[in-house]
């Protein structure tokens, strides 16, 4: 056994999407597009007589991890760091997941191939309702879509061929639980016809084109996201919200450029690595 | 249109393979597996009135190239920066191609998803007889095992999650055209088995171990390579040959370690990625 192993997991923002429920949480899932981005979550795995997840500094509870450890049958300590803010849309507890599988993987020696363990991490997340697309778009990379849902077993991928800078502002949580767990009837058409304009011209601008037809069809918009977008249109940008968060995110200098101290960061070239 | 984009793609040992022809270039291919490293090849395409391919400051003919200039209704000057040597066994032909058909949607603006990019490079590659596996790998990255052979829309592919130093020595080329053009039947056995081994315990060792198996079975080591490996052997390394060119590569520090001068590399995190 290691004594330890690191994993970077880059954050995902969702731009649109529609839910795909199945009995089978490794199948189901969502379809949809988002970028990958450099700001990420880096994940630390430790063996330990007892399992605990410090998140930043501080001891947390997340169901999706907790079910990796235990699938894996490992005892552990989970240290994670993250460029991100967590429940406004970058897939943090995805990365976290995602992270654990990987680190635990090579620290306790389980063998598994990658897409052994992005289904692990997939299903759990899926379980846990933290997240539908999150894990296979973060083990992905790039600016990936997903054109079936689920995991590796059964998704299909494809992906802008693009690299771009990213900024983005967070105004607070949105819960994805609640969402999800609300009608989506018009959520799942929105997100049908945002994947089929993307599909018909993968490129960045008709993603984010499509991405706020979406937020605003499946009536997710809040009042300071709507503002922000309209902002950063004001300024000749191109921004939309993140799935599932009170974020807006933007190409370029988007938000900058309309006024606003944004994070910064780009899409990333790579899926989730081992460091 | 944009002036130029420049494309980086990492270089690809095979470490195993058999092959699986069919009518369709897209659809044929190999399945196996191998290394992605970050030694790999740039590539930068410029609009030109007359297309030409210059590798290392020489002007060079490579038909998967021209064909997919061809393909995307694209006259450009093709320049290349490779840090590996030609026809060794590290997909420096795959490594162009596939190079061309990013950097050419992009300067172009042909708007092509990923999977379309990689299709049209792979199925150039296959037609040309210069690669089977190559491409499809050096899209995804990291240490892919290609499951089922051809394109993305056809291919199922896993990975060794893992990250590893990397080092290799080159004696010369072999025809990856000759080995095809002849009696395969030994050599698809022997990538059977190999296959079949790396799925059971995905790990770098048991990568290696097919790998030395299946140079063996398949009648394709030569006298210098198999000495390299009983020298890396010898000083406690794992070493194999690269399919297909007179190239030994180790992991760690295998062939330093026995007393060779070798370049040093890693694997590479990402697949081919524009700058």
Redesign the interface.
Known sequence: MREEATAFVPGHVTGFFSTHPDEDPTKAGSRGAGLTLTDGVEVTIEPATESTIVLDGEEIEVDPVTTVLETLDASARVEADSDLPIGAGFGVSGALTLGTA?AV??VFER???????VTIAHGAEVQAGTGLGDVVAQAH??VP?RLEPGG?QDNKL??????ARIEYVSFGELSTADVLSGDTDQLTAAGKEALSRV?E???LLSFMYASRLFARDAELLTERVIETIADVSAAEGQASMAMLGETVFALGTGLSDAGYEPSVCTTH???A???
Not at 111 to 117: F, V, Y
Not at 158 to 163: F, G, H, L, Q, V
């Open positions: 990987l993987n090579r063998k598994l191939s990658m897409n052994e363990l990379g790039g879509i590796p494809d992906a802008i061929p693009t690299r599909v011209e993968p490129t070239p790579a899926g690595v081992l460091k």
